[in-house]
């Protein structure tokens, strides 16, 4: 449709809200429901300005439509009522004023915007409109004698109508024409056009009427004898029943049988639906019970009771497939990759239960989406974020009022078959309260031993879980209840390293945030060093979500700048010559300032000085520990808000050095005229556990001894009475915050030796690992360099 004459003045930004198979013109009132959030949110910033908003025809049935799905000629129009029912959609009454066409569309914000150019209205015919305006009431006339739908007072107030624009508008308004010939007449400019164009399409429609009547006519004599053998058949069937020789009833319950066994349940499913459908029979159908058995019936009709998807066999596809959508995650991909070879050895192997545990950002709900493209099964998630009740897992009984299934059956229904990837997100954010426990209702779904006969309080018969392919996510494992826990098979998926987080920015989020941002014709690079100063300057996180958000920023920019310089795609240059190149100097202007440094470390050795390392949800983090030795009484003074498992350690590194006095050259009595003052810098976070032990042993013996720890060096590892080092968790994200510090050493319990072996390689060849079993064997590491450094500068100065 090209553009029509339109005045240069009168712009407009208006929101917008698209309408499906239905054209509002001007002198129209209409009531119509917003069912996407964007309308809604469109209709609410017009009741708070001046209630004008766009209303525009869709070309198609799209849930979400953008530009290309809407027609550009609308009218403007006055929102007169708003009301949001209880069901939570929005009833709106609106009444069209002016017509309009669409110059510019923006859905950012969070809803449709529109700029748009209203027509100006011919409110007076001239005489060469007389005759057009006879011919067109005169068909329409005609029209409304066929249609017999339209009432007296409309056709009597168009007779009356002289304004040229105004009749073509109601005569639109009131036809039945289809939905592109109405947007066509809307948005015609020239009156005389207009007119003649709905002239055409009237006489059009009055012919295809006259033939519909015809044949109804046709068909319904036709139709006469056959309706009268069906109403002598019906009472006679009626009569049958009164005298109880027919079973058979209205109330659908064999239709719903008849689906149910389609669907092959298992025998006691079948007898169950049985004994309820003959029930059903026998009630009233406008009883209340009624209802609620239909309802209950329906829902085991609509369970998938054996319908299976094909398990996509090839290895090799599948391993293509994880790689294309995720980077590195050897363990959980091996794991599922192990499970799809066992399933062609074994067809009847029982779905494993896994578990993902990591920082946010890590990539472990979009994975298990990525492992049902990858097996070629249906994918459910189920967000388990603050639910607690224990209903929603169980269901509630059906003899409540508004009972329902609970959220494992519900899914099942919608995914359609017995053997989906199921993801139960943030499996560690339950809660529980006086309606129950969800997760102990989880129990009986997680246990391969159990939940082949779950038993949902609605259903009141075994459902079979053991096809389904369980997948739990949670941030950390220790929030997860023990019984949970024993119930999975845990997979850790640690933060990513710097290195990793280049790789995923380069390989997959550059690409796709180009895709979003409309992009993708565009040559923009991104310099690796400017990746790498995003990733430590920009964020602070063990995942890669606000990577992309900072990343997503750039580009978003850097598309204003295409925009501003006039490069858009067109038909005839889809791909204009645009590049950008995005260096590390570059991305104060795209980002401003950074918001992150480096963590507080202390390069320059000082007595007194230790490194620590500790774990967060985030990630690992470097904790520095400052010991200061003070005039006093003897007083142990701790500050930074530590916790109390850290004060213990604190007070289990001051006994082990009152015990081993003579092996650190100090009196006895070394602290009865001497506080120690043990400060933990960055006072505002909280900081607790037992792996700091060895960094407040090392800190103190540095402040008694006055000799400095051994520099850029990190230890973490808890300590016993008797000089021991305990193993400590966390090792990747603690070691990964060293090597992002960029310290030389990291000193770490023996037994955690382990650990190291899958670390990436880029970070044990930076980093030199020491292992120690005692406090001993740790303290000669951590002192004797330091020594031999400082005796070397002793004799370098001599």
């Given amino acids: 449709m090209k553009l029509p004459a339109l005045p240069k003045s009168g712009k407009r930004e208006l929101p917008l809200v698209p309408m499906r198979e239905l054209v509002v013109f001007p002198h129209m009132v209409v009531p119509f429901f917003a069912e996407n959030p964007e309308s809604v949110k469109a209709i609410e910033e017009s009741m708070n300005h001046d209630r004008q908003v766009f209303l525009v025809c869709q070309k198609g049935a799209a849930k979400n439509p953008g530009r290309d799905d809407m027609y550009q000629a609308g009218t403007i129009s006055k ?45 007076e015919a001239d005489e060469s409109l007389q005759p057009l305006l006879t011919t067109i009431k005169s068909a329409f006339e005609n029209y409304a004698k066929l249609q017999k739908k339209i009432p007296q007072e409309t056709i009597d107030s168009i007779n009356k109508t002289e304004n040229p624009d105004k009749l073509a508008d109601l005569i639109s308004a009131n036809s039945s024409l289809k939905p592109d010939k109405k947007v066509e007449i809307l948005g015609i400019g020239d009156v005389h056009r207009r007119l003649e164009t709905l002239a055409v399409h009237i006489e059009a429609e009055s012919e295809v009427v006259s033939l519909q009547n015809k ?129 062609q050895l074994q067809d009847k192997a029982k779905g494993p239960i ?52 609970g959220k494992i059956i519900q899914s099942l229904r919608k995914a359609g078959t017995v053997n989906p990837v199921f993801l139960l997100d943030e499996i560690d954010k339950l809660s529980n309260d006086f309606r129950g426990d969800p997760a102990s209702a989880l129990l009986e779904v997680l246990d391969p031993e159990q939940n082949s006969t779950f038993m949902d309080h609605y259903l009141e018969v075994a459902y079979d879980l053991s096809h389904i392919m369980f997948i739990t996510t949670a941030n950390s494992v220790h929030s997860i209840p023990l019984a949970l826990r024993d119930r999975t098979e845990i997979i850790e998926i640690p933060g990513y390293t710097d290195l990793e987080k280049e790789q995923i ?99 320059a050795p000082s007595p007194g000085m230790a490194h620590g390392l500790a774990w967060t949800e985030m990630g690992g983090k470097m904790l520095p520990v400052e010991v200061s030795l003070l005039p006093g009484e003897g007083k142990l003074i701790l500050t930074g808000s530590l916790g109390d498992v850290m004060k213990e350690s604190a007070q289990l590194a001051l006994s082990f050095i009152r015990s ?65 080092i305990l193993p400590i968790g966390g090792v990747k994200e603690k070691v990964l915050a060293a090597y992002r510090n960029q310290l030389e050493a990291v000193l770490m319990p023996a037994e955690n030796r382990k650990d190291t072996e899958e670390l990436p390689k880029e970070v044990k060849s930076q980093i030199e690992f020491h292992f120690a079993s005692t406090v001993e064997e740790a303290l000669e590491f951590l002192f004797s360099e330091a020594d031999a450094d400082a005796d070397s500068r002793n004799s370098d100065n001599q």
């Avoid at 053998?229 to 209205?250: A, C, H, P, S, V």
């Avoid at 990858?374 to 508004?402: C, M, P, Q």
């Avoid at 810098?681 to 720890?709: C, E």
Wanted: overall charge positive.
């Fill in 505 to 603: 920015a380069r390989q997959f989020i550059i690409p796709k945030q180009l895709r979003e941002n409309g992009l993708a014709w565009a040559d923009v690079q991104f310099q690796k060093p400017a990746i790498l100063a995003v990733i430590r300057s920009y964020t602070m996180e063990s995942g890669v979500r606000n990577l992309e958000r900072q990343i997503a920023a750039i580009i978003r920019k850097i598309a204003r700048e295409a925009v501003k310089e006039g490069y858009l795609p067109t038909e005839e240059n889809p791909e204009p010559e645009f590049k950008v190149v995005v260096a590390e100097k570059s991305l104060k202007k795209y980002l401003g300032p950074a918001p992150f440094e480096q963590d507080l470390v202390y390069r």
């Fill in 354 to 405: 896994l578990c993902f545990v990591g920082p946010p950002g890590t990539g472990k709900t979009s994975l298990g989406r990525s492992v049902a493209r990858a097996i070629n099964r249906e994918f459910i998630r189920v967000s388990l974020g603050g639910v607690r009740d224990e209903a929603e897992i169980r269901g509630h009984r059906k003899t409540y009022v508004g009972a329902l299934p």
């Fill in 79 to 123: 929102v007169l009522q708003m009301l949001k029912l209880p069901d939570g959609t929005t009833r709106v009454l609106a009444e069209g004023r002016q017509r309009a066409w669409m110059k510019k569309y923006d859905d950012r914000g969070g809803y449709r915007k529109a700029t748009v150019i209203p027509f100006e209205e011919i409110r």
């Fill in 660 to 724: 081993h006095t003579s092996q650190f050259n100090l009196t006895e009595d070394f602290q009865k005229n001497t506080d120690i003052h043990i400060h933990v810098p960055q006072g505002a976070i909280p900081k607790d556990g037992p792996s700091a032990g060895i960094t407040l042993t090392a800190a103190m013996v540095s402040a008694l001894t006055t000799r400095s720890v051994r520099p850029c060096t990190a230890m973490t590892g808890e300590i016993t009475l008797t000089g021991r």
């Fill in 215 to 343: 044949i109804n006519g046709q068909v319904k004599k036709k139709m006469e004898q056959s309706q009268k053998e069906y109403y002598l058949n019906e009472q006679l069937r009626q009569i049958n029943k009164e005298l109880g020789k027919d079973e058979d009833d209205t109330s659908g319950s064999k239709e719903l049988i008849e689906r149910i066994k389609a669907k092959n349940p298992p025998h006691e499913a079948l007898e169950k639906a049985e004994k309820e459908a003959k029930r059903l029979s026998r009630l009233q159908p406008m009883s209340p019970e009624s209802g609620v058995l239909r309802t209950y019936l329906e829902w085991l009709a609509d369970l998938p009771w054996s319908n299976k998807s094909e398990d996509n066999r090839d290895i090799n596809r599948a391993e293509e497939i994880l790689n294309e959508d995720h980077y590195d995650m050897q363990k959980p991909k091996e794991r599922v990759l192990d499970f799809l070879a066992v399933r």
